[in-house]
C-alpha cells in the first residue's frame, strides 16, 4: 500500500514516521508470495485534499513526480500489478486500496476476485488512513484480511493503535509478518 517516496522520511511531503524502515520487510512479503501488487496515490495538482483546495493534507504525490514513485529499493518488477487512486481531482472515496484501478481501468477487487483471492495480507503505509481503510474494505468486499502489523506504520501513533483494534473488531486478523508459514 502507497510505498512511496512522499510517505518517507527523511525528506516526503507527508513523512510516516518509520515508514522508511519497512522497505526490507515488504520486500521479504513480495518474495514469499506467489502474488503480489500495490497500490499508490496518483494526484493531480487541483486534488480536493490538499490543503490549498479546503483539504486535509500538504500536496503529495503529485502524477509524474518523484514523490509519487515507489521507493527505488521496493521489487517493483515482482509486482503482478500496479493500481492506482485519487487521480480524480473530485473523488472523495475513502484512502481505500479498493478504489484503485490498474493501468486498464479494472478495481482492485476485480484483480483479486480474477486472481481467485480469498485471503488479503496487508501492509504499507500509513496504518491509520490508507491502510486502515483497505482493510476494512477488504473485509466488506468478504476477503479474510490480515494486517501485519510489524509492516506498516501509522501517521500517529494512538491512531495506528485505534485502526488495529478496528480492523480486528471487523474481522480482520492482526499478525506479523515472521508468523507466516506456507
Known amino acids: 500500500m502507497d510505498y ?4 518517507l522520511p527523511p525528506d516526503g511531503a507527508l513523512a510516516v514516521p518509520g515508514g522508511d524502515e519497512l522497505v526490507d520487510r515488504i520486500n521479504e ?12 496515490d496518483w494526484h ?3 486534488h480536493y485534499s490538499f490543503e490549498e483546495n479546503g483539504g486535509k493534507w500538504p500536496k503529495h504525490c503529485l502524477q509524474e513526480t518523484r514523490g509519487a514513485e515507489f521507493h527505488p529499493h521496493l521489487y517493483q518488477e515482482k ?8 487521480f480524480d ?8 486500496g479498493f478504489s484503485a484501478e490498474t493501468e486498464g481501468g479494472k478495481e482492485l477487487a476485480k484483480v483479486l476476485r480474477e486472481a481467485g483471492a480469498e485471503r ?3 501492509a504499507g503505509l500509513a496504518l491509520d488512513y490508507c491502510v486502515r481503510a ?8 468478504g476477503f479474510q484480511v490480515v494486517l501485519l502489523e510489524d509492516c506498516t506504520e501509522p501517521v500517529n501513533g494512538d491512531d495506528g493503535e485505534r485502526a ?3 480492523i480486528r473488531s471487523g474481522g480482520g486478523e492482526i499478525a506479523r509478518s515472521t508468523d507466516l508459514e506456507f
Not at 4 to 7: A, E, I, K, L, M
Open 120 to 122: 488479503l495480507f496487508v
Open 29 to 40: 512479503l513480495i518474495e514469499l508470495f506467489p502474488h503480489s501488487l500495490a497500490t499508490r
Open 4 to 7: 512511496q517516496n512522499d510517505f
Open 44 to 46: 493531480p495538482e487541483n
Open 164 to 166: 488495529i483494534e478496528e
Open 79 to 86: 509486482l503482478d500489478f500496479k493500481l492506482k487512486k485519487g
Open 134 to 141: 483497505t482493510a476494512l474494505s477488504g473485509l466488506e468486499e
Open 89 to 96: 481531482p473530485e473523488d472523495r472515496s475513502d484512502y481505500s
